[in-house]
């Protein structure tokens, strides 16, 4: 096994990282040490705590009654340990003075003990109260940051989907745990505070309060420092084994979706006398979790330390005890040695918490800003923010325009844009089909027509290099964003249907959906994308005569719908936004590649009964009936419009793209029916 470390220094940015491995792992990891982690936290605090306060007063607008009753609680939590240990000693007190003195004191140990309970039963009832406000305090919270980031995401720009700015990263449960974070390091610093409060009471008498309790935090603070934890650091931990990343792969052979394959095609024997080379090639590399191996000390030195200091609280009592034996109490002593147990954990939380606390602020802050509501939306008053409204001319088709458009998707790696220096005109209620080559840019030019994406800059040898798309001769991003969503109806090739939702009536009849949804138990009503959480506890396998069994086989039974009846079901929904009567544009993306012949059919020529008063931009690889009623066919290539013209005058450019592909897809009928 080889667990022992190997270092690298590299730096970006000027920020210094370091190179280690560790068995067959590798860790890069900002050089910090934790002087520079508490600076860094005090640094950000300041900056932190409006968010802060803005929680704490949100959460409090929130429910105002339960509020102030849990953050009291939280902080009785805090103090609970403490106040029972002082109890505790007053209970041994009672018993050592009834031995010192040989004397029975019944009245003073059984107040004692009344006391000692009484206080362990109200913390019992304080924690369990604390649990049942929580529960509503915390449903509260999830709700209110849940619509806050729904509310940002659904208002949001389509175009601005891609931007940094507009990835909302966080969750409503996230907001609640950061709040649970923050309470929690609070109250883990009382406690702290409290136990020192206690062990300054019980050694006063010794006079050796403040010194009792420097050896108690010690141990705490020393362990703190000389244990290595990946938790608080900047890193990154990647598996660099290729023969670990093998053995995971071929692991994952055995799972049952790849079972037809593995076993049909006869890979067993290989897989196995693979997974026994890689396995004997990994023998002398640690596979340990990286946690672990980090972890652990390259010597035993600090171990051995540690466990000296956590000892040197009871070396000082058994010390005071030689120095003085008269003035020296077993309770206090008892007392004594439990607090410095306890304070030692909750110094050590405390310690490795500031970096919970610290991320938890940091949280609330980027779920306050992430959510920062922009103007409104100008759905009353759209010229007064000068925002156009794309609904005005309801019952007209949409003018679309691209002058010099050209996009590329952020980030990728083509070495050409996806759409390059376009210009065309549709216009208003043309019905356009868009045709071409896979990947020569058809999707991306519906999605730029429909405001999904705005122009990128042209990388070379454009005249305008940036580009425009003018809705009506108004440029797009001058629409209000739900003004001009109100005016499209978009019928995409992803076939996404929406979870937990039901199919709807004559909707589902021009998409011919029906079939499918008479297909199913409950029709209409039946739920496409089921969304419900279940859990089973030791329901096994092989009890397939349980009852419990069969109500687990009944709703671990998926919904089976194929890729065309999705399509149909999908299809569905665009008829019922026609139905709105507002919409002016039509964008429709492929809708029809899992469809049979009768379906298709149905469905475009349904489609095309909707045309009245919108221009409809089809993206197709079908030719024939579509391009033929065309008024204009556009024919891209990669990522330019090459031809554009009506199908006959296509045709009849002997050497065009579209002749070309047209032709293709008509010699294969003409060899089927030959
Ligand atoms: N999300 C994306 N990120 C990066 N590149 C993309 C993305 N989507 C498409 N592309 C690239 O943009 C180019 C145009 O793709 P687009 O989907 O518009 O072509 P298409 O003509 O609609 O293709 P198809 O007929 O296969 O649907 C392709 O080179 C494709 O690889």
């Keep these: ?252 052979l055995i799972k049952p979706e790849f079972r037809q394959d593995v076993i049909g095609n006869n890979l067993q024997a290989f897989i196995l006398s693979e997974y026994q080379e890689t396995n004997e090639r990994l023998r002398n590399v640690s596979v340990e979790q990286i946690w672990r191996l980090y972890g652990t000390p390259s010597s035993p030195a600090s171990g051995i330390l540690t466990t000296f200091l956590s000892d040197l609280p009871l070396i000082y009592c058994a010390l005071t005890a030689l120095r003085d034996p008269k003035r020296t109490s077993f309770a206090s002593i008892a007392i004594l040695q439990q607090s410095s147990v306890l304070l030692s954990r909750w110094v050590a939380i405390a310690l490795s918490g500031s970096e919970h606390f610290r991320s938890g602020m940091k949280h609330i802050q980027d779920i306050y800003e992430s959510t920062e509501k922009p103007g409104k939306n100008g759905i009353t008053d759209l010229k007064q923010i000068g925002l156009e409204d794309a609904t005005l001319r309801v019952g007209e088709g949409i003018e679309l325009e691209l002058r010099n458009v050209s996009f590329e998707y952020p980030g990728t790696k083509a070495n050409r844009e996806a759409l390059r220096n376009i210009s065309l005109k549709i216009k208003p209620g043309q019905f356009v089909v868009l045709v071409g080559a896979n990947g020569s840019g058809k999707s991306t030019l519906l999605k730029t027509l429909c405001r999904f994406f705005h122009p990128t800059a042209c990388r070379s040898g454009c005249s305008d290099v940036s580009g425009q798309v003018l809705l009506d001769s108004i440029p797009a991003q001058l629409y209000s964003e739900s003004s001009l969503r109100r ?119 349904n489609l095309l009964r909707e045309r009245s008063g919108k221009t409809i931009v089809f993206v197709t690889h079908r030719f024939g009936k579509l391009t033929r009623q065309a008024d204009l066919i556009l024919c891209m290539k990669e990522g330019q419009v090459i031809e554009s013209g009506t199908h006959q005058e296509l045709m009849n450019n002997s050497e065009g793209e579209y002749k070309k592909l047209y032709d293709i897809q008509a010699s294969a009928f003409r060899d089927e029916s030959s």
């Design 487 to 605: 005016t499209m109806a978009v019928l995409s090739q992803e076939n996404m249907l929406y979870p937990g939702f039901t199919c709807l009536d004559e909707a589902v009849r021009k998409a011919g959906a029906d079939r499918v949804v008479n297909r199913m138990k409950q029709g209409m009503d039946t739920l496409l994308e089921p969304l419900f959480s279940w859990y089973q506890y030791n329901v096994r396998d092989k009890d397939t005569d349980h009852p419990l069994k069969k109500v687990l086989q009944e709703m671990e039974r998926p919904i089976e719908v194929s890729g065309g009846e999705k399509q149909r079901i999908v299809a569905a929904r665009t008829f019922m936004r026609l139905k709105s009567g507002t919409i002016r544009f039509l964008a429709v993306d492929e809708p029809s590649s899992a469809l049979d012949a009768e379906g298709e059919e149905l469905l475009l020529s």
């Design 1 to 252: 096994m080889d667990p022992s470390p190997q270092k690298n220094v590299g730096s970006v940015h000027q920020t210094k990282y370091t190179t280690e491995r560790y068995g067959i792992w590798e860790v890069l990891m900002v050089d910090e040490n934790y002087r520079a982690q508490y600076l860094r936290f005090i640094h950000d605090f300041p900056k932190l705590l409006p968010y802060l306060c803005r929680l704490f007063q949100d959460i409090y607008s929130l429910s105002p009654e339960i509020f102030p009753r849990f953050i009291c609680l939280r902080l009785w939590l805090g103090c609970q340990e403490s106040i029972k240990l002082h109890f505790s000693g007053e209970v041994l007190r009672a018993i050592e003075q009834c031995l010192k003195e040989g004397v029975a004191d019944y009245y003073a140990v059984a107040y004692a003990i009344i006391l000692r309970c009484g206080v362990a039963g109200l913390a019992s009832f304080f924690s369990w109260y604390s649990q049942q406000v929580m529960l509503g305090l915390q449903r509260r919270v999830t709700s209110h940051f849940q619509l806050r980031i729904m509310s940002t995401v659904l208002g949001r720009d389509l175009a601005d989907k891609n931007s940094p700015s507009a990835q909302i990263n966080v969750s409503a449960k996230e907001a609640w745990t950061a709040f649970e974070e923050v309470l929690q390091h609070i109250s883990t610093v009382l406690t702290v505070v409290s136990q020192l409060g206690l062990i300054f009471y019980v050694s006063a008498q010794d006079k050796g309060g403040i010194l009792f309790a420097l050896l108690c935090l010690l141990h705490p603070i020393v362990s703190t420092l000389v244990t290595r934890s990946l938790w608080n650091k900047v890193c990154i931990v990647r598996e660099t084994s290729r023969d670990q990343q093998r053995i995971e792969a071929l692991t994952t």
